[in-house]
């Protein structure tokens, strides 16, 4: 009985086997860790800053700015699936809480079929677009460690 109480309990061993599987499957989150989990935070910086970057790195600069293109996709479907499904859900129901929630369904559908064609236009799968903002992200941490 004495070995059955010093080893983890079922629920313990699972829970941290359960742990490792999903730590594994996210582990690119790693690669944002110290930047978020800092003790002093990294101040803002500007669309300035970041053309700066750009102009600066001429490998991640321009993935750079592709991905930040991207962004502008995903904000026009966003706009297009808000508006659109709350309006169709408005023209049909007549439910105030019915539009709200298809305002919210479509601008989050919306955002993710812009990214879709965002990674198709600009061709971001060609792209290591983690890499390029974690780069700027190193380069941001150094000036601001300079200043």
Not at 42 to 52: G, K, Q, R, T
Not at 58 to 71: D, N, S
Not at 115 to 138: C, N, S, V
């Amino acid at each position: 009985m004495a070995d059955d109480s010093s080893s983890q309990s079922f629920f313990r061993r699972h829970w941290e086997e359960y742990k490792e599987f999903w730590g594994e499957r996210f582990s690119f989150l790693d690669n944002f860790s110290r930047f978020v989990n800092r003790d002093k935070p990294l101040p803002s910086w500007s669309a300035s800053d970041v053309e700066e970057f750009i102009a600066s790195d001429p490998v991640h600069g321009p993935t750079l700015k592709t991905a930040r293109e991207a962004v502008n996709y995903g904000l026009t479907g966003s706009v297009i699936g808000a508006v659109s499904t709350a309006g169709v859900a408005w023209k049909y129901s007549r439910s105030l809480h019915g539009a709200g929630l298809s305002f919210v369904a479509g601008g989050i559908f919306g955002w993710t079929f812009g990214q879709e064609i965002a990674g198709h236009t600009l061709q971001l799968y060609r792209l290591d677009t983690l890499t390029a903002q974690t780069k700027f992200l190193e380069w941001w941490e150094i000036k601001c460690e300079r200043s």
